[in-house]
């Protein structure tokens, strides 16, 4: 018997990561982009600010920052409190040393301690949230002298995990990172030469001593942002444990998923008119 | 015929008519220096409000007269040459008995009215397919329009597509078999999907565009919106595709440009000659009325 040659199409597997994949000149030069029309052309401002944690996602913002704007144009702001690692310090100093970016240094642990002796009784997260508001208070006051705006470093990740301080780290009116996934923004980290050591060191928000992000979730990035892309692209649960994702690891992720939508809205308000702001009465934000 | 297109690929100032008129403005001085002069502008969807206003919508629309009237005046007062003569191609939202759309004024623009040329509006076309999903949401705030027509022109019979008209193949094939030679698609396309080597709707566009030219051969001039809106950015990558399909320039994925070609109207009839294609869908179509008809 005459047997044809099959040519099979193979199914993507669960830990390939081909579909998150990015082109990293291209999404290099679109965020450039973004930078210098959010900020400069649309908003007429010509520096900006940015909180430097020595972590991968504040130094690709510093990087990209640094090169829509000129590094002359560029603050970035470390805000260490009494705990934070001198890693954190070293890696920010790092970051705006490579790009030439203007460093200045605001300790927040009197502010954050100055509040906390009243509330003896708060636990890590309290604490942890009072950090993050607090140097976004610092942010803020730092732009508003400089008359400019601060910049967002929040990913896509944290975004979908609610892995953030509600009107904290979510709140610079710009944000370049918010639709890359944590395994993206490590390839756009490298590929702009954000130093290894910070690229490749364990993600964390450094509110406690030790901890890294994928401690707190329980599942890796890499895995979880996986997992996300299929749930957002309208998959289900069961169908990716059919593609051979562990059901574990889904349930994780898409509990997470489905139980912080609220962090990524404005506050709830009260409808009572048919002009009710956001819901008759649309204008887009830079309108 | 030699026709000398030029796309402006233009950033809009959101919702600031007056400015964005000023910028075209500079850029009809800027024509009056290039060689050889256009003999037809085209600019983007949207091209002097910007694309997402939501309700804005209502704030910006204007009629197709007063359009014409302020383009009118606006070139008037840019061009020296007291024999200079302009087509323009570009998208606006307008007000129309009562109703909003997203629309496309195609109008002949002089210094001078001549017993040949006069100033005037040539056609309006009103964007058949709405986009409402994901980031689009038109059917909220535009009604949509209700055919595709070609047109006469100074070179020729046109159409002119919006976006997403152009998404559904069924569009620029009525436009063909109405006759048109040269179609004008405008967009406002925002860019997604950073996987491959263009941005992704880039690379639907680089698909779609000359595949609508080589299968009718006709001419195909796109204007691509640039810059961003609220985080959202257009894809640009204005160009003008032949009738075999040959892309022949792009403009800038992020930046404005003057995007220039000639368009040598009679490469229409030597590409139909070699790739009869449209012919043998006229000669089927009564047939494919007949299909249509059961659907």
């Given at each position: 018997m005459n047997r044809l040659p099959v040519l099979r199409a193979t199914s993507i597997e669960a830990d390939s990561d081909i579909n998150l994949e990015v082109n990293e000149a291209l999404l290099n030069e679109w965020l450039i982009a973004f930078l210098r029309d959010e900020i400069t052309r649309r908003r007429g401002f010509k520096q900006a600010v940015v909180g430097l944690s020595g972590g991968v996602d504040s130094s690709l913002v510093a990087y990209l920052l640094a090169a829509a704007?000129?590094?002359?144009n560029v603050i970035g702001i470390r805000m260490p409190y009494k705990s934070s690692s001198s890693d954190s310090l070293d890696h920010a100093k790092l970051v705006a040393d490579a790009t030439g970016i203007n460093m200045e240094t605001i300790e927040i642990t009197d502010a954050v301690d100055g509040y906390l002796k009243l509330c003896q009784d708060a636990d890590g997260r309290r604490r942890g949230n009072v950090m993050a508001r607090t140097r976004m208070i610092i942010l803020f006051d730092q732009s508003q002298k400089l008359g400019t705006i601060p910049v967002g470093t929040g990913n896509k990740t944290e975004r979908l995990f609610g892995y953030f301080t509600w009107h904290a780290?979510?709140?610079?009116?710009?944000?370049?990172?918010?639709?890359?996934y944590k395994s993206q923004v490590w390839d756009l980290a490298s590929y702009v030469g954000v130093s290894e050591v910070i690229v490749n060191k364990p993600a964390s928000a450094d509110l406690v001593v030790g901890q890294t992000d994928e401690s707190d979730f329980g599942i890796s990035y890499p895995k979880a942002d996986r997992i996300l892309f299929y749930l957002l692209r309208g998959y289900s649960a069961a169908r990716l444990c059919e593609m051979g994702f562990p059901d574990s690891e889904v349930t994780l992720v898409k509990k997470r998923l489905d139980s912080t939508h609220w962090k990524r809205h404005l506050p709830t308000t009260a409808m009572l008119s048919s002009t009710s702001i956001n819901d008759y009465y649309l204008r887009p934000v830079d309108y | 015929m030699k026709v000398n297109a030029a796309i402006g690929q233009m950033k809009p100032y959101k919702g600031d008519y007056k400015r964005n008129l000023s910028s075209l403005g500079d850029l009809f001085e800027q024509l009056e220096e290039e060689?050889?002069?256009?003999?037809i502008l085209t600019l983007p969807e949207t091209a002097l409000s910007g694309y997402f206003l939501e309700g804005g919508v209502r704030d910006i629309a204007i009629s197709r007269e007063e359009l014409f009237s302020d383009l009118l005046k606006l070139y008037r007062e840019r061009v020296s040459r007291i024999d200079a003569v302009l087509d323009i191609c570009l998208g606006f939202y307008e007000l129309a008995d009562g109703k909003y759309y997203n629309s496309a004024l195609y109008a002949t623009l002089t210094t001078t009215d001549t017993d040949f040329v006069k100033a005037q509006i040539v056609h309006v076309h009103r964007k058949f397919f709405l986009p409402t999903y994901g980031v689009f949401d038109e059917k909220r705030f535009v009604s949509r329009g209700r055919t595709i027509e070609a047109f006469p022109t100074r070179f020729g019979m046109a159409a002119v597509l919006i976006c997403e008209d152009v998404w559904h193949s069924i569009s620029a094939t009525i436009a063909a078999l109405q006759g048109a030679q040269t179609i004008f698609v405008i967009s406002a396309s925002p860019g997604r999907d950073f996987g491959g080597q263009h941005v992704g709707s880039v690379r639907r566009w680089k698909v779609l565009l000359p595949s609508i030219a080589e299968e009718h051969n006709v001419w195909v001039v796109y204007a691509g919106l640039v810059g961003f809106e609220g985080g959202k950015g257009f894809t640009g990558s204005s160009q003008v595709i032949d009738p075999w399909g040959n892309c022949l320039t792009t403009g800038s994925v992020t930046e404005e440009c003057l995007v220039c070609a000639t368009i040598e109207q009679e490469d229409v009839a030597i590409a139909r000659a070699a790739s009869p294609l449209l012919a043998d869908l006229e000669s089927a179509l009564g047939d494919v009325i007949l299909q249509l008809g059961k659907l």
């Open positions: 704007l000129g590094p002359e780290d979510d709140s610079p009116p710009v944000n370049p990172l918010g639709d890359l | 060689t050889p002069y256009p003999d």
